[in-house]
């Protein structure tokens, strides 16, 4: 056991440095200064591998939440950071661990997505560093199975408030029972602040069954309006009656019920507007309401609460009443307004179901009218975090209302815009399983909710499922929209982005040519959207080969989109500067190639952040750059910092992270690192038939990668057969005329040379050049390495006249690289082999 280092009422004097969103402690609370001990002590036990987390369980109403804040608040100076994590929706865990991502020296969430940059949260607390004394605390986590995957098990201490007892399979539970008779009478005189005789209290507590809550409203209301012990057990009596005769609340203690009829009751005399305001907290989440959704909520058309929502004083006041009656938590500094999940489900269970609909219509409405309209805005992301939380508890999806079901859309969009993919595909799938049931599958809303699964399952990298969303989407969007309509051109790019993902890279440029067209057609030219798929486009032509076109199209989208006035956004300008880049390095432009990476490299650091997604993309790019211009230590530095920062931020079987272990993996083989470039490919290549399949062109076009390695290390016959796979794969695939295809040919044909078949090299060398020429013309960077090497492979088979001619017409096309010092230059002019590898662009 862990000693304590102070006396449990001490105040302890040291802060944590990091101390988020605790809820203040209850300046009422008393007693259970033995459970704070034993909850010390079992929280931080220490196992034979790290400290165990601790679960408080008990009854709704018992003060389980309480305990867990007074233990922060006590305990505070035994931690170094301490973090409060509302739990009761799965949707709410990754974003409260998300915000402790700078406190932590981790990118934000705005640069990396919710659930990457929880998940480096959760590995960076188990390592330890830059703090070994951390407490977490997970309140009400009703269900294990949504939480336990965000639960760090590290150094520090997790604290778990939960009613659902199935937490007793999983880690230590501390049960938490109803007050003491001794601990309820210090609370009632405590929160009564004045004399109150001993037996009066006991008489109180024995009535309310020592509950906490239900002592908190006693007192609370005998406080406020100066009732004595005796008229309010007079009150609770009469209720209590009346209840057990109706057989209100089932499931819920009588001592809460009654105690919560008789503040109703009592303030719907003196304010029943306060009451109306409170039923409809109740149909809102447990979570805190922003206050401000009243406000931008007051044109809404919402009977009940129009009287209150049109006066701004009447809305305070009721505010105020509801605070002193202790039915309602309002935080001034937060601007929030918080109902008790108990009370909410009695203020609920005592209403008609018809009261019941209309009020929940009412919170639908509020929810849509408070929502700002573009969830792409960065700048308003933080008022749709507000209102996900009330999303589910709400039961929004059950409202047909238009304007509600498009707020619906809107939070998911704003939940994967911010990379919190997994939750966005959670309420998607409830949405669009709801309103196909409710309007069919058919309606314009389910479509619109299968247009952003689509981009979801992208995002989460899962393709294929994907592409069967889009596919679906698209063809019936094509039926009920029209092709021209907004909505289905939106979804044409969607499904062109899985095209490229499965690898059918041709469909996908005839695709986004048409899709151009239409945009250009429907919104013009220089429209953001048109823009983008015009950047699509520029994709396109890359990955089919037609480098010149894809340099044309990327410019074009660079110059216009820097010229737009608004709806393009920092990251997608980046991107598309990269692009440009990036087709520059492929047209054989090396220095041209870096010197826009660095200018993008350094707009992206400026204006986005090191970490950001589409700045460690243009990283990537710029390494490759580097290391294809002979800056070779500079190339390596820079794809072993940007692969970290990849992998420690998406994990290793992101598409992103895999490409960019592939550039280190080259970098590493251009300086001679070959055992170290040889397992980063060997453990990168078996990633890539899991995440985009096993013939697909990156799948098979790595492969050549590590046959290169394995050639280079001695194993030509492992080399050869990769090398064939892939050749022969990607022919298949994307046809002969591709730049894949030729590129692993160039590396087959070094693996023939290897093993002395120098007329079989030689063949595949002519057949090979002549299609790099036809393709990409004779001073291409891939032409001329296949002239120099089959200049060796014409040597060794005796072809000495045609290997001269050779040889003076690549070295005459190499003199300007020659001079600049270009690597593939040097091998030519030192009659040493060039080896061809691949870099797998974005999709």
């Known amino acids: 056991m862990v000693e304590l280092s102070h006396a449990a009422n001490t105040v302890p004097e040291r802060q944590p440095e990091v101390w988020e969103k605790v809820p203040p402690r209850n300046r009422n609370f008393t007693g259970r200064d033995d459970m704070l001990v034993k909850l010390r002590q079992g929280i931080s036990t220490v196992t034979a591998v790290v400290p165990q987390p601790q679960a408080l369980q008990g009854w709704g109403g018992v003060g389980k939440t309480h305990l867990a804040i007074e233990y922060a608040h006590r305990y505070r100076s035994h931690y170094d950071l301490v973090w409060w994590i509302p739990s009761d929706q799965r949707v709410l865990v990754p974003s409260a661990l998300a915000a402790m991502a700078p406190h932590l020296g981790l990118p934000p969430a705005s640069a990396t997505g919710v659930e990457e940059a929880a998940e480096a949260v959760r590995r960076t607390l188990q390592s330890g560093v830059p703090y070994r004394r951390w407490l977490l605390i997970f309140d009400n986590a009703e269900e294990p199975g949504q939480v336990q995957e965000f639960i760090p098990r590290g150094p520090g201490h997790v604290l778990i408030t939960s009613r659902n007892p199935k937490w007793e399979d999983h880690f230590e539970t501390l049960q938490v029972d109803v007050f003491t008779r001794e601990e309820s009478v210090a609370f009632l005189k405590k929160r009564l602040r004045r004399e109150v005789p001993d037996d009066d209290a006991s008489r109180l507590a024995e009535q309310l069954g020592d509950l906490p809550l239900a002592l908190e409203q006693a007192g609370a209301l005998q406080y406020e309006t100066g009732m004595s012990v005796d008229e309010y057990l007079e009150q609770l009596d009469e209720q209590a009656s009346r209840l057990l005769g109706a057989n209100r609340a089932p499931g819920y203690p009588l001592s809460m019920t009654a105690a919560w009829k008789v503040s109703v009751s009592l303030l719907e005399d003196r304010l029943p507007e306060a009451i109306t305001l409170l039923r409809c907290c109740a149909f809102f989440g447990p979570e805190p309401i922003p206050r401000d959704v009243f406000r931008r909520g007051n044109k809404a058309v919402v009977p009940r609460l129009g009287k209150i929502l049109s006066d701004p004083i009447l809305l305070a006041t009721a505010l105020s009443e509801l605070r002193r009656f202790a039915l309602a938590r309002i935080e001034p500094a937060t601007r929030t307004i918080q109902v008790h999940r108990l009370i909410q489900a009695l203020l609920r269970d005592d209403l008609p179901e018809e009261d019941q609909a209309e009020i929940r219509h009412e919170v639908h409405v509020l ?32 409202c047909a209302d238009p304007t509600v079901r498009q707020f619906a859309l809107n939070v998911t969009r704003y939940l994967y815009i911010s990379g919190n ?67 289905t051109l939106l979804t044409t790019n969607g499904y062109g982005a899985s095209l490229r993902a499965r690898g059918d890279f041709i469909a996908a440029r005839r695709l986004d040519e048409e899709s151009r067209a239409a945009h250009a057609a429907s919104r013009g030219a220089d429209h953001p959207s048109t823009l983008r798929v015009l950047n699509n486009l520029a994709l396109d032509y890359a990955l089919t080969s037609d480098y010149t076109q894809a340099r044309r199209l990327h410019q074009e989208t660079y110059l216009e989109m820097s010229d737009a006035v608004g709806g393009i956004g920092r990251s997608i300008l980046l991107l598309s500067w990269n692009g440009l880049a990036r087709a520059v390095r492929l047209c054989g432009d090396y220095t041209e190639a870096c010197d826009l990476g660095e200018e993008a490299y350094a707009y992206g650091v400026q204006e986005l952040t090191l970490d950001h997604h589409a700045t460690l993309l243009t990283a990537k790019d710029l390494s490759i750059a580097k290391r294809r211009s002979g800056e070779v230590a500079e190339a390596l530095d820079l794809a072993r910092d940007t692969h970290t920062r990849l992998q420690r931020l998406f994990g290793d079987e992101h598409p992103d992270t895999m490409a960019a272990a592939i550039n280190l993996s080259n970098a590493l083989r251009t300086v001679g690192d070959l055992d170290e470039a040889f397992a980063t490919a060997d453990r990168t290549v078996a990633l890539y038939p899991r995440v985009f399949g ?150």
């Open 367 to 398: 929810l849509a009218g408070s929502a700002p309209n573009d969830p792409d805005e960065s700048a308003r992301w933080r008022r749709f975090e507000e209102l996900v939380a009330h999303v589910t508890p709400s039961g929004l999806e059950e």
């Open 694 to 843: 096993e013939e697909h062109p990156y799948s098979l076009a790595c492969g050549g990668n590590l046959a290169i390695l394995h050639r280079l290390r001695g194993d030509v016959a492992t080399a050869r057969r990769l090398n064939e796979r892939a050749v022969k794969g990607l022919v298949a695939k994307v046809g002969q005329e591709h730049h894949y295809p030729l590129t692993c040919a160039v590396s087959l044909q070094a693996d023939l040379a290897a093993m002395g078949e120098a007329a079989r090299a030689c063949a595949l060398g002519r057949e090979t050049l002549a299609r790099l020429r036809a393709l990409f013309g004779e001073n291409h960077f891939l032409s001329l390495a296949c002239a120099g090497n089959l200049v060796l492979d014409l040597r060794a088979a005796g072809e000495r006249r045609e290997a001269e001619i050779l040889h003076e017409d690549t070295m005459r096309r190499y003199e300007r690289p020659l001079e600049a010092g270009h690597p593939d230059a040097l091998l030519a002019s030192e009659g040493r082999r060039i080896d061809c590898d691949f870099d797998p662009p974005p999709i």
């Open 421 to 487: 993919y997994q939750s966005a595909r959670a309420f998607l799938e409830s949405f669009a399983k709801r309103w196909t049931e409710v309007s069919g599958a058919r309606h314009p809303d389910v479509l619109v909710a299968h247009k952003h699964l689509g981009n979801v399952l992208r995002g989460l990298g899962q393709y294929s499922a994907a592409y069967e969303t889009d596919h679906r989407t698209l063809d019936a969007m094509r039926e009920v929209f029209g092709p021209g309509h907004d909505e």
